[in-house]
């Protein structure tokens, strides 16, 4: 692990990463997703894309990476974009999951690889529609009180700052930014995956000029174990971009 | 004889710590053991001989343990009714962190608790890479050139490629790197600047010849181990030293001739003397060109460095008995008294 000390809009972020395979003339930054971090990430890919440099970020706020204020995720990819600068990231693909797609699409890379990203809004399940309506319900009479029990799992153990930036991010519809993306997306989705459901990865690939779709076996972690099958998706637009 | 291990602490080798003191309870089985683990938040546990295991600790269950408090002499255990007192001698293993940088060292000397391990002074000097270079040469002890950086200061290095990185008040070759160009250099002091807010810059000599000599001295008499040469790559990953913590077989010595050995021996005698009492210690020296070259001093090496010694209980318990004692200064309030006879109060 390495550590880089950045500022941004008069804040300081200690952002904490890896590189691997550090002779490769071409890049690959590596972002994990909401509630996760750079080690996961490395656990999957560590022997993958041979022919990059790996950079494992943790995203400020996760991880060993420090964050003390509310973010938005354009300003995740505004601070990855200072701290790639200095790592003289090459720009040629980024890779993100799940939230971190959504970052990597306001990257630009010539080659964005979304792993089960979020951005496209889906309906939330009909449980967690009936608990929001009855906190809705319960303000009056001080339901705040029981807060930890309405609050997203994903937002349990957060600290205040992560959690407003959690209500930033989430339920996001990013699907402008996938408009506006101009170079070559690979979209690698999984069939049981519910919390960014495959039919997402079509709507994507619909709103983007140069996207291609690879479906896999598995939830919204499929890559752990499909990681040499994205490997080898990865390597195939690569050499598409080529040719 | 009793003995309490004292391991864990707030330290990146935390876990290493852990290693070591599964290590000594075989290596030390003829001594009555106790097992003091001291978590990352400064809580003291009480850890059965049988749950010591590295499961233990990695699952949280040692907090179900009975907690310890400190008072003078020695550790209290609360029962239901009543408390119960622990007196006997400590052996600090908590590497880096707490135990090496004079925190439990200034904790175990405030309490009064007899211990082996470096003192305050002997802990400042060697945990921090800086210091241990101070002191070599002001005791005219050979030592690598040296460039020290800080986190927030200039990135450049005078010296030439390939030299070596590393954080300044690290063990365990954690955060180290060589560095053999410019393109590298950038990232190499990132992963040290993690772990330190200085580090510091050492040529890196392909093939150096390393010994590793451990010792104590008791009753006045300095106890030297074998003279070892670590095998190594390009130098002992943290992976290798991890595993290295847990050796337990002795090694064989070095081939090394009479006088090399006489002038390590003379160059551990001369950063021991009058510091490390009380204290096991390793130092790493090399040797280029005939000439002696400190790298670093290991004031709780890993194991206790047991596998170095033909008799390490002899070792542990020749220490014991000659462990340094505490001042105590008598406050007799003679200078007040004066005062108030002379007012004819």
């Known amino acids: ?243 | 004889m009793k003995l309490a291990i004292l391991f864990g602490g707030q330290s990146y080798e935390h876990e290493i710590s852990i290693v070591s003191a599964t290590t000594l309870k075989e290596k030390l089985c003829d001594f009555e053991l106790t097992f003091i683990f001291c978590d990352q938040d400064h809580t003291l546990y009480l850890i059965d001989p049988t749950q010591m295991k590295a499961q233990t600790f990695s699952s949280g269950n040692y907090a179900k343990a009975p907690v310890l408090t400190l008072q003078q002499g020695g550790f209290v255990r609360k029962k239901r009714f009543g408390s119960e007192t622990l007196t006997m001698p400590v052996l600090n293993v908590i590497h880096g962190g707490d135990g090496e940088d004079g925190t439990i060292a200034g904790l175990l000397d405030f309490y009064k608790i007899p211990y082996i391990g470096p003192r305050r002074e002997a802990s400042v000097f060697s945990f921090d890479k800086r210091y241990t270079k101070y002191l070599a040469e002001a005791l005219g002890v050979k030592v690598l050139n040296y460039e020290i950086l800080h986190k927030e200061g200039s990135r450049e290095v005078t010296m030439s490629y390939p030299f070596i990185v590393k954080p300044s008040r690290l063990g365990s070759s954690i955060g180290v790197s060589v560095v053999k160009n410019a393109e590298a250099l950038d990232y190499a002091l990132d992963v040290a600047f993690e772990f330190d807010e200085s580090v510091i810059v050492e040529p890196f000599i392909e093939g150096v010849k390393e010994y590793n000599l451990a010792g104590f001295s008791a009753k006045g008499v300095m106890h030297y181990s074998i003279v070892e040469e670590p095998q190594k790559s390009d130098f002992l990953d943290f992976d290798k030293k991890y595993l290295d913590f847990s050796r337990s077989a002795t090694v064989h010595e070095a081939d090394l001739d009479e006088r090399s050995v006489t002038a390590l021996r003379h160059n551990f005698k001369t950063l021991y003397d009058g510091l490390f009492e009380g204290a096991l210690i390793r130092c790493d020296f090399f040797i280029i060109e005939g000439e002696v070259y400190l790298n670093e001093i290991n004031p709780i090496p890993g194991s206790m460095a047991n596998y170095l010694f033909k008799d390490f209980v002899s070792a542990i318990t020749m220490l014991l008995e000659d462990l340094p004692s505490f001042n105590r200064i008598h406050v007799n309030y003679q200078y007040i008294h004066t005062i108030s006879a002379a007012k004819g109060k």
């Open chain 1, 1 to 243: 692990m390495a550590q880089k000390r950045i500022e941004y809009a008069g804040n300081t972020f200690d952002i904490s990463y890896t590189i691997d395979n550090p002779t490769a003339k071409r890049d690959i930054a590596i972002l994990h997703g909401w509630g996760s971090n750079k080690e996961l990430m490395r656990g999957a890919f560590q022997k993958c894309f041979a022919t990059l440099r790996h950079l494992y970020i943790d995203l400020p706020g996760f991880g060993a990476s420090s964050n003390s204020v509310v973010l938005t995720t354009q300003e995740y990819a505004t601070i990855l974009k200072i701290f790639l600068k200095t790592v003289h990231f090459s720009g040629d693909v980024v890779l993100g999951h799940s939230f971190g797609g959504k970052v990597a699409t306001l990257l630009q890379p010539k080659l964005l690889v979304l792993v089960a990203s979020s951005g496209i809004l889906v309906p939330k399940p009909l449980r967690v529609r009936m608990k929001i309506a009855l906190f809705k319900a319960l303000k009056p009479v001080g339901a705040a009180r029981w807060r930890s029990f309405f609050v997203a799992e994903d937002a349990t153990t957060l600290s205040p700052v992560m959690y407003e930036t959690f209500k930033n991010v989430v339920n996001e519809d990013f699907r402008e930014s996938f408009a506006a993306f101009q170079g070559e997306a690979l979209l690698c989705f999984a069939k049981d995956d519910t919390a960014t459901p495959l039919y997402t990865a079509y709507e994507i690939e619909r709103l983007m000029t140069k996207a291609r779709v690879v479906v896999f076996e598995g939830d919204h972690y499929f890559f752990l174990n499909e990681n040499l099958h994205v490997n080898s998706e990865v390597t195939r637009s690569l050499q598409m971009m080529e040719s």
